[in-house]
């Protein structure tokens, strides 16, 4: 349970501000001191009373409130917290925020903070993909906000794209992991590859691994909470890219080896946690092939050993791997460890 820890939550108008309420909600409950700021424009969708009960603290909602205990209060947020995070963050507030301005608590509050403050940007897809929003967004990352990129899906226009507000999940996990989590990684270069290899026998059929990708990408979350600069190189998976890292998509064994090696110089570790399918078919059919009734059989060729040749060619980085086994786990790994390190 955190200890002392308080969040400011600026709370902006645009129709995700409702789901703003979850992460006041879940945040309480685990034990941090959550202070809310309401624009104008977000007591319209939603009211400062929800916020106020799931925080149990008193919402601000007014620069020249008269009630002096109040202003104590509301004055000393910029000051007292351990981080600042905008849910939903409007163009409008990533504007004032990246030009200075202060014409409201909310921007007057992120101009006196000292603390990272996170912005999770929701908006028209046509508004995310202007280029001043585009120059507003650069211009903060580069002075060190902190941002969770928005998702693609149905907006609330009715149009399809870019510009979401991220899953509440995420929003979360980049806050608590900016609040926790140890950043003993920092400086340090990170390369994880996770998921499945398909090897195509056909435009329709292929060979592939039992993968769902989940360990190698929670592997690169970690490493990314703790510090380091991380790059995924994932093979086919419906997973949505952790944030922060650099993710890179391959489809077969020997495009994931050849985006390894293009990375293998500049990073310090190496997590090979991706099911790599060790054989490919020797040719690969350019049209549908036809089901008979007598046996189709296929000639296979094996595909590059990603984990030997990073042996050999290793100067100072650090070599993980994984052995999926049926049995004798403990002595082939082993070897496996030997042979490839």
């Known amino acids: 349970m955190p200890r002392g820890k308080v969040i400011t939550m600026g709370i902006t108008g645009g129709i995700a501000a409702y789901k703003a309420a979850d992460l006041v909600s879940r945040l309480t409950k685990k034990g941090y001191e959550v202070h809310v700021i309401m624009t104008a424009s977000a007591q319209e969708f939603i009211t400062p009373l929800t ?41 409008n507030i990533i504007g004032k925020i990246a030009n200075g301005l202060a014409d409201d608590m909310l921007s007057t509050t992120v ?7 996170i912005l999770a940007p929701a908006m028209n897809v046509n508004m995310w993909e202007n280029p001043v929003v585009q120059s ?19 907006l ?53 691994n039992h993968s769902t990708g989940k360990m190698g990408y929670e592997i690169a ?23 922060g890292v650099i993710v890179e998509r391959v489809v077969s064994a020997r495009e994931m080896f050849r985006t390894v090696l293009d990375k293998y110089e500049q990073v310090d570790i190496v997590i090979k946690a991706a099911a790599v399918a060790d054989y490919r078919p020797k040719q690969t059919a350019a049209e549908k092939i036809k089901k008979t009734d ?29 052995a999926a086994e049926t049995g004798n786990l403990i002595e082939f790994a082993r070897e496996k460890m030997e042979r490839k390190n």
């Open 221 to 243: 979350r970690a490493a990314k909470e703790r510090g380091a600069e991380v790059f995924l190189v994932s093979g086919p998976t419906d997973l949505a890219d952790p944030q």
């Open 51 to 91: 916020f106020r009960t799931l925080s149990a603290n008193p919402v601000v909602t007014d620069m020249f409130d008269p009630s002096p205990v109040w202003n104590v209060q509301h004055v000393s947020l910029a000051e007292k917290s351990d981080a600042m995070i905008i849910v939903p963050a409007t163009a």
């Open 156 to 208: 609330a226009c009715g149009t399809e794209g870019k510009g979401r507000l991220a899953d509440i999940d995420c929003i979360e996990q980049a806050l608590i992991s900016l609040l926790e989590k140890p950043k003993d990684f920092l400086g340090k270069k990170v390369l994880v590859t996770a998921g499945p290899t398909r090897e195509a026998i056909d435009p329709v059929r292929f060979l592939t």
């Open 294 to 322: 007598g046996q189709m059989k296929l000639t296979l060729e094996r595909n590059p050993d990603i984990l030997w040749e990073l042996g050999q060619k290793k100067d100072h980085q650090l070599l993980v791997g994984f």
């Open 136 to 154: 507003n967004i650069k211009k903060l990352e580069d002075l060190g906000y902190l941002l969770v990129d928005p998702g693609v899906g149905r």
């Open 111 to 117: 101009m006196a903070a000292r603390c990272p403050v």
